[in-house]
């Protein structure tokens, strides 16, 4: 009797925990998963080489990446075509404010820890202009319109010589003096946890639903009194200052920028891979999907070096198949094995 | 747009209203007639070429994705791609020729020889188009045909994006390209130089604009066409076979595409990425002029090529791309169906 008390007990103190982590967005397994990650570079000298380090910090900012931009995508239904061109602007205006160095005009000498909250805003600023343009536009004149105004933003920065040095690119300050990879891959490991529980919450709450709302029927959003200009207005800024964040760590954490490696329409499309094969609005699919993605893609990288760009061919091909045949995308198909094991192994707590 | 179709009293109508309903034409029409006076004035006559033979280029591809934009409601984002691989067909078909020629000279295969490579360009671009549209839209059709403007666009960059970096894997980056393709001094016309490849890239531009348009407007098979962008059901009812049709037109616009990369060879060259700025203007035309507006196209792609010119006579070569593509999106702000309107099933789909 009291055995099965002090279990009765236990599942709820379990069910509690479960309910809290998912309050936030994660799942047991999800947490699990993410906790090998960020113990990985630091259990095995196997892990430990400079290369693993790269990869895992590549796929936490891809993964990163696509919880923005899936935010937008996702939810609002509005394919975000400059979301690499915000990303450079923000990376951008940190490189430029954090710039000690003679070689462009201006050289504010910030600290990089400032200054990418400054880039960070400047892209949301950015971003609020970009939803402000597209208000009155749906579907792919709104991605055209954020197409155009990325293409605008890359040809300014291509411009704007004196302050960026244009295709020559420029070198930002890093973060850190040390040469190791491995406080980098904290401090986006941790970017990338707090952009997604952020966003996750704004998800969760009421916001969650008028976007959805809005991205599925405009008209009937209005109708049932929901003011499109605001929640619009909001998820492109919010989605826009966490693309500025990462850029702003890009900045500072490779210590190069030249706007066709940063802001180039190709680079939303890697994004856009992922976060669809990951499964449109889910936000965490595109974190699932991007380490091991990553690390496929590096791996075929690092030893097909006699065919170069076997990596992206392999990116499209996935995506327009996934589009095609497998819409809902990596979270689709977890939804859909959940519910067969549900109907496998019913749940004796509900009897 | 559809104020169009209202028929209202003509006594009724007043000046000022008419003036209304068209103030984006006027307005663009006005900015045009100064820009290109403005133009002449600093560039003399061959900058007004300039403007008509890029326009002509600009229209031809245009007319291609308002074309498949029209019929298949695809907003077509890897026109660019056929234009890249238009441009590899005709430089590994007339390289050969070329190399030939110099050990052989000959004046009539010379001549003959770079109309053969544009047109091999234009079957392979078919065949591309074929693959395409059977091998990705056919079955994505078959599956579903909901949210489709947006899944069909996201596809299309897909394409984009395996071709672009496709060609970069078997071809790697280099630059192919060829110097002249007819061996000709450049003609005098009304006091500028013109080269030979420029003129006849013009000329294969416009007749194949004509030559589409006589297609369509003549013949039973353009006349289906046209239906199917007018009613799909309608025209299925009538007996139209609506794949074969959606198949031609995507294959027709894909071999638009190759031409004009073939014809252009020798001014962009090829290689992996030569589609990107083709698009770019190609979007900039069919956004001005409205999605699937076709006879808009051909009109907007002199406009584009008026701005292009402008921007680099008046501001300077590297800001070409930024200018024209801050006045259209004044444009998609102002006027979001285009200056000429649009009546295209589905533009206004979510």
């Given amino acids: 009797m009291s055995s099965s008390k002090t279990a009765q007990e236990k599942t709820n103190a379990w069910s509690k925990f479960v309910s809290f982590l998912s309050k936030l967005g994660f799942s047991p397994i999800g947490l699990v998963l993410l906790i090998i990650i960020a113990i990985l570079p630091i259990s095995s000298p196997y892990f430990q080489q400079e290369y693993i380090v790269r990869w895992l910090i590549m796929g936490a900012f891809m993964a990163a990446q696509s919880v923005a ?47 990418i909250w400054l880039g960070a805003i400047m892209a949301g600023f950015v971003g609020f202009i970009l939803a402000v343009l597209t208000l009155r536009l749906r579907g792919i004149f709104a991605a055209v319109m954020a197409w155009f105004l990325g293409i605008a933003l890359m040809g300014l920065i291509n411009n704007l010589t004196s302050l960026t040095r244009g295709p020559l690119g420029m070198n930002p300050v890093k973060f850190l003096e040390t040469t190791n990879n ?47 200009t605001r929640y619009l207005v909001f998820n492109f800024t919010l989605s826009a200052f966490f693309a500025g964040l990462l850029g702003g760590f890009y900045a500072h954490f490779y210590g190069s920028l030249t ?34 993605f990553v690390f496929f893609i590096e791996y075929l990288r690092s030893n ?13 091909l996935l995506m327009i198949v996934v589009m095609i045949f497998y819409p809902n995308g990596f979270s689709g198909f977890v939804a859909w094995a959940k519910t067969k094991l549900d109907a496998l192994f019913p749940k004796k707590a509900a009897s | 747009m559809a104020k169009d179709s209202i028929t209202r009293p003509a006594t009724q109508e007043s000046l000022m209203t008419r003036i209304k309903d068209n103030l984006p034409i006027i307005i663009v029409s006005v900015f045009s007639i100064i820009l290109f006076a ?50 590899y067909v005709a430089y590994f078909t007339f390289n050969p020729i070329r190399e030939y020629l110099q050990q052989n000279p000959s004046k009539f295969i010379g001549i003959i020889a770079p109309f053969g490579a544009i047109l091999v360009a234009g079957l392979a671009g078919a065949v591309l188009g074929v693959i395409i549209e059977r091998g990705i839209f056919a079955p994505l059709r078959h599956r579903t045909k909901e949210g489709w403007v947006m899944n069909a666009f996201l596809l299309t960059v897909g394409i984009s994006f395996v071709l672009t970096n496709g060609a970069n894997l078997v071809l790697g980056p280099n630059f192919r390209g060829v110097p002249r393709y007819w061996d000709v001094d450049a003609v005098e016309i009304a006091g500028a130089y013109m080269s030979v490849d420029r003129l006849i890239a013009f000329g294969v531009s416009m007749l194949t604009i004509g030559v589409l348009w006589f297609f369509l407007r003549r013949t039973r098979i353009g006349r289906a066409i046209r239906a ?56 900039y035309v069919v956004m001005m002029a409205g999605l699937g507006n076709v006879a808009g196209a051909i009109i907007g792609g002199f406009i584009v090529a008026l701005l292009q010119t402008s921007t680099q006579l008046f501001v300077a070569v590297s800001w070409t791309t930024v200018i024209p593509t801050a006045v259209m999106i004044l444009v998609l702000l102002l006027a979001p169906s285009g200056i000429f309107g649009s009546d295209v099933k589905g533009v206004q789909e979510q």
């Fill in chain 1, 69 to 115: 931009f899936d935010f937008t995508a996702g939810y609002i239904n509005i394919v975000n075509f400059g979301f690499a061109a915000l990303l450079g602007f923000g990376a951008y205006t940190s490189g430029i404010l954090s710039n000690n160095t003679p070689f462009i005009s201006v050289a504010p000498g910030l600290s990089p820890w400032i200054s």
């Fill in chain 1, 182 to 228: 491995l406080p980098y891959f904290y401090i986006v490991f941790a970017m990338m946890i707090g952009i997604y529980i952020i966003l996750k919450l704004v998800t969760r709450s009421h916001f969650g639903l008028a976007f959805k709302a809005i991205g599925q029927n405009l008209d009937a959003a209005r109708a049932s009194g929901i003011n499109p």
């Fill in chain 1, 259 to 292: 706007p066709s490696t940063l802001m180039h329409t190709s680079k939303t499309v890697e994004i856009l891979a992922i976060a669809y094969i990951g499964g449109r609005g889910s936000l965490w699919g595109g974190i699932a999907i991007a380490f091991p």
């Fill in chain 1, 304 to 316: 097909f070096t006699d065919l170069p760009g076997l990596h992206l061919v392999i990116y499209g």
């Fill in chain 2, 38 to 87: 403005a133009v002449y004035i600093k560039g003399g006559t061959s900058q007004i070429f300039n403007v008509f033979i890029t326009g002509g280029m600009w229209a031809l591809l245009a007319v291609g994705l308002a074309l498949v934009f029209g019929v298949m409601n695809i907003p077509h984002f890897a026109h660019g791609e056929s234009f890249m691989v238009g441009a």
């Fill in chain 2, 228 to 283: 199917v962008s007018q009613d799909e059901t309608g025209a299925q009812l009538v007996g139209i076979n609506l794949n074969f049709i959606q198949t031609l037109t995507f294959s027709l616009a894909t071999a638009m595409a190759a031409i004009s990369g073939a014809s252009l060879l020798f001014l962009f060259q090829a290689y992996p990425t030569v589609g990107a700025t083709p698009l770019y203007y190609a979007w």
